[in-house]
């Protein structure tokens, strides 16, 4: 067997679960088959790999075993995503004097900008979760065309989906009268219950100007903006099929193929 665990810096952790008679192993990211003379068989069974997949390409891993007796065979194979987004999703984040975070989707990759002068406590928030891979493997579970897409705070375990449990306590509003922020196209911003002080790890990205939400409730905050990826990935969450949700009661808003975010992390 062989499982595989991201790593900051494009690389993964391998750890490879011995095999009957087997004195070593050759992990390789191209397509040759090793010689038993090979100096790549060694005999760690947890050992490092770069990747250097994308969102849309990923890194082909196999694993070769050797016997006592030399006879080399394929052990195992994966297929490892990688933690880099575009030259675009990058060149739109050299563009903004903001911190950003990359979010690849099976949609597509999404750049945000993030406020961190006008809603710190917010992007001091988000981040922590997207820096610490909280975010990833999660799903979007609410996608309303007309409205918003949100997820950030469950995953679909095959069957249902299950809120993923924060691991820090909820934050401060940091409201849009305050910040001078608002909920316009394409901005992000938090989601809670009807609490002011609920928000934890739950997003959503504003699909239309919806100003309302400045103060519906006691308002929304915004912290952010997407700048990559509006027109492309976001498009194309808007128009997934939904259905009725088993989270929101009354909305048709869950998508009936799951949307994953496959990972997050901060640019800069």
Excluded at 69 to 84: I, M, N, Q
Excluded at 247 to 265: D, F, H, K, R
Aim: proline letters at 3%; hydrophobic letters at 35%; aromatic letters at 8%.
């Amino acid at each position: 067997g062989l499982d595989a665990q991201l790593l900051t810096g494009n690389k993964a952790r391998l750890v490879i679960t011995p095999g009957t008679d087997t004195t070593s192993y050759c992990v390789r990211t191209d397509a040759n088959t090793p010689t038993a003379g090979d100096s790549c068989f060694v005999s760690q069974t947890t050992q490092e790999v770069a990747t250097t997949g994308s969102a849309t390409q990923a890194t082909s891993v196999r694993l070769w075993a050797k016997t006592s007796a030399g006879v080399v065979s394929l052990h195992k194979a994966l297929s490892l995503p990688g933690k880099t987004c575009s030259a675009e999703a990058y060149a739109a984040s050299t563009a903004s004097s903001l911190p950003t975070a990359c979010l690849i989707t099976d949609s597509g990759e999404l750049v945000m900008a993030l406020e961190n002068t006008q809603a710190p406590g917010t992007v001091k928030n988000f981040l922590r979760y997207v820096n610490e891979g909280f975010y990833n493997g999660t799903h979007v579970h609410r996608v309303s065309s007309n409205f918003v897409v949100q997820g950030g705070g469950f995953v679909f375990n095959g069957t249902n989906y299950v809120k993923k449990s924060p691991t820090y306590a909820s934050i401060a509003l940091e409201p849009v009268a305050t910040t001078g922020l608002s909920n316009t196209q394409y901005t992000v911003a938090m989601a809670r219950s009807t609490a002011l002080d609920s928000a934890s790890t739950e997003f959503f990205i504003n699909l239309v100007n919806n100003t309302s939400l400045n103060t519906t409730n006691g308002g929304y905050a915004v912290f952010g903006r997407v700048i990559f990826g509006q027109t492309t990935t976001l498009a194309t969450m808007a128009k997934v099929v939904v259905k009725s949700s088993t989270i929101l009661a009354g909305e048709n808003s869950q998508p009936v193929t799951p949307l994953a975010l496959q990972w997050a992390y901060q640019i800069q």
